[in-house]
């Protein structure tokens, strides 16, 4: 009786270390929120070539990598005047959509490259429509890393980076 209960616990141990080498690590740590509703927002690592190592880091951490990265921001830049600029203006003073260069914020979160993700892939309200077909995740994380540049420019905050903390 002994033996069976010793070698049961055993094997239970050995299942559940396998179990555990099966199971990826978790790849994802960052939990996105629906700007509009703060609900969960599913955002899947892309399974092709947009799954950079930058992509990879900002589901990871949250920080964006391409912030302060000359190329990634000049990539950044030509995507922004094609995409945002009519609305949010060149240098991002604000027009139809809110400025970036100020500290207020429709939604809070958007003082981290999080929350303007979040923006990115779901949409808010009006005019503020998804991009999540229309830029990969990696161009939306360029396109962030140029809103930063516009704020360093025009010497206001450049908190940016980081993952919203304490919410
Ligand atoms: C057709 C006009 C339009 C375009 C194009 C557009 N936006 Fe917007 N954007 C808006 C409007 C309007 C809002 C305000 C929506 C709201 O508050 O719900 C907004 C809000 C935002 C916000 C949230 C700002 C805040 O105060 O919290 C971010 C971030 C943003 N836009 C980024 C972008 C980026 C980056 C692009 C280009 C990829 C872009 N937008 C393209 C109109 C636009």
Same mark, same amino acid.
């Given at each position: 009786?002994? $033996?069976?209960?010793?070698?049961?616990?055993?094997?239970?141990?050995?299942?559940?270390?396998?179990?555990? +080498?099966? $199971?990826?690590? &978790?790849?994802?740590?960052?939990? #996105?929120?629906?700007?509009?509703?703060?609900? =969960?927002?599913?955002? &899947?690592?892309?399974?092709? %070539?947009? @799954? !950079?190592?930058?992509?990879? /880091?900002?589901?990871? !951490? *949250?920080?964006?990598?391409?912030?302060?990265?000359?190329?990634? !921001?000049?990539?950044?830049? $030509?995507?922004?005047?094609?995409?945002?600029?009519?609305?949010?203006? =060149? %240098? *991002?003073?604000?027009?139809?959509?809110?400025? #970036?260069?100020?500290?207020?914020?429709?939604?809070? @979160?958007?003082?981290?490259?999080?929350?303007?993700?979040?923006? +990115?892939?779901?949409?808010? /309200?009006?005019?503020?429509?998804?991009?999540?077909?229309? +830029?990969?995740?990696?161009?939306? +994380?360029?396109?962030?890393?140029?809103?930063?540049?516009?704020? @360093?420019?025009?010497?206001? *905050? %450049?908190?940016?980076?980081?993952?919203? %903390? *304490?919410?």
């Amino acid at each position: 009786m002994k $033996t069976t209960a010793a070698a049961f616990a055993a094997f239970a141990a050995f299942a559940a270390a396998l179990l555990a +080498l099966a $199971t990826p690590a &978790p790849a994802a740590a960052v939990e #996105f929120r629906h700007p509009l509703d703060d609900k =969960p927002l599913d955002v &899947p690592l892309p399974l092709d %070539e947009a @799954r !950079t190592e930058a992509v990879e /880091t900002f589901h990871k !951490t *949250g920080e964006n990598p391409y912030i302060g990265n000359a190329q990634a !921001t000049e990539e950044g830049a $030509t995507l922004y005047a094609e995409n945002c600029a009519a609305c949010h203006m =060149p %240098e *991002g003073s604000g027009g139809m959509g809110p400025s #970036f260069l100020d500290e207020q914020w429709n939604y809070p @979160r958007n003082k981290t490259a999080v929350g303007q993700f979040e923006v +990115l892939w779901a949409g808010a /309200t009006g005019a503020m429509q998804s991009f999540k077909d229309r +830029l990969s995740q990696d161009d939306m +994380l360029k396109v962030i890393a140029q809103i930063a540049d516009l704020r @360093r420019q025009a010497g206001v *905050g %450049e908190e940016m980076a980081k993952q919203p %903390e *304490g919410e």
